[in-house]
């Protein structure tokens, strides 16, 4: 009579696992049909619709849950005002914030108008790298799900920094080794609590005297090449520097700039991608997300335009008709917005998904032109 049990000597799949369960002391083998850590269950927005449409393929993303993400750029472009939109969001979802900052730069009132709720978040002043390391893996052990934000792993020194002198020398290439160790100790932990670091960083300028590689890589973030393997995803933001790409107000005082977010690398399929955005620092903080919407779908084929008008036609038929300075005002109706919603699925996620199009039109083709 046919049993199930294995061959004596032999062992199923389910018992490996529970074998190797056992020796571990935790669960560490598991069955990737089922509940598992390194699956990405849940997304935290990250402010911008656009942006959180191309980090993964064939979904609205965001900053994934239980991995490592970093966001970094060039001065100015935005990089703490997308972390604050990521933390009110995260708070919004249930997800209690821990934000380390060796800036000294973060304004409690500028995180309550990002949305963030300051009785959920706890500001931590990052005094050294081995202190926001071995402090993330104290506090994994809580049992509490926490997203992680660290800002700026650039600026945050060793200890062997704060204790010795101005001399670069005495202490070179001590935090890529700190990193190195830290993130090998860390990333697993974070999948299996489904904690989330978010790593912000600077982009320096590559100096070096081979001009192929300065073109195609301009820039380089501190933190060793460790930190890079133990990204997720990176988003890199940049700005340009012509009058056209500040926001300004009725009577010309600059409010905002425009950025430009490419996704350096992603585990999830779309590295390369890149979107624009505009970022308000003026009297209203965050991301313009609206607005850049309709950059997003200009390339669709139920979107076309005719002098100062665009006609927006859904998958039922309707048309609607507006000019640009009427598209945050035409957003307020929510069968229009509905539509956005459908062709920017389609045409920024969905049409990727199934490669429709030419590449140039989804990828950054910029790289020559020195980002």
């Not at 849940?42 to 191309?54: F, N, V, Y």
């Not at 409690?108 to 500001?123: I, W």
């Not at 307020?332 to 990727?352: A, G, L, T, Y």
Request: proline residues 3%; aromatic residues 8%.
């Amino acid at each position: 009579m046919a049993g199930t049990k294995a061959k004596a000597g032999k062992l199923n799949m389910a018992e490996m696992a529970k074998l190797l369960n056992k020796k571990a002391g935790t669960n560490v083998a598991h069955d990737l049909t089922k509940e598992n850590p390194t699956e990405v269950k849940e997304w935290i927005p990250t402010g911008a619709r656009w942006l959180d449409s191309i980090i993964c393929r064939g979904k609205l993303a965001g900053i994934p849950v239980g991995k490592t993400t970093e966001i970094a750029g060039l001065e100015s472009t935005g990089k703490s005002y997308m972390a604050a939109q990521v933390a009110a969001n995260a708070q919004r979802m249930g997800i209690g914030v821990v934000y380390f900052d060796s800036e000294s730069a973060i304004d409690p009132t500028f995180l309550q108008r990002t949305g963030c709720n300051l009785s959920n978040l706890l500001y931590v002043q990052a005094s050294s790298v081995e202190f926001v390391l071995e402090s993330i893996e104290e506090l994994l052990g809580s049992g509490e799900k926490l997203l992680f934000i660290w800002d700026s792993l650039a600026l945050t020194p060793s200890e062997k920094d704060v204790e010795g002198d101005f001399n670069p020398q005495s202490s070179m290439a001590v935090k890529p080794r700190i990193l190195s160790k830290g993130m090998s100790k860390l990333t697993v932990p974070l999948a299996n609590a489904q904690c989330t670091l978010l790593v912000l960083n600077q982009l320096k300028t590559n100096i070096t005297s081979n001009i192929a590689e300065a073109m195609t890589t301009p820039y380089f973030t501190p933190g060793g090449k460790a930190m890079i393997y133990a990204y997720s995803l990176r988003i890199w933001l940049t700005g340009r520097k012509a009058k056209a790409s500040f926001v300004t107000d009725e009577k010309g005082f600059r409010i905002g700039s425009e950025v430009k977010a490419k996704l350096e690398k992603s585990r999830f399929g779309t590295a390369g991608r890149m979107c624009n955005f505009k970022i308000l620092w003026g009297a209203d903080i965050g991301v313009q997300d609206e607005e850049s919407w309709l950059d997003a779908i200009k390339g669709s084929d139920a979107l076309k335009s005719g002098g100062a008008w665009y006609t927006l036609t859904s998958s039922e038929g309707r048309e609607f008709k507006f000019q640009a300075k009427q598209w945050v005002e035409k957003l307020q109706d929510p069968e229009f917005r509905q539509v956005v919603f459908d062709v920017m699925d389609e045409e920024v996620i969905m049409k990727f998904d199934t490669r429709q199009g030419e590449a140039s039109q989804y990828y950054d083709t910029e790289v020559e032109e020195k980002l």
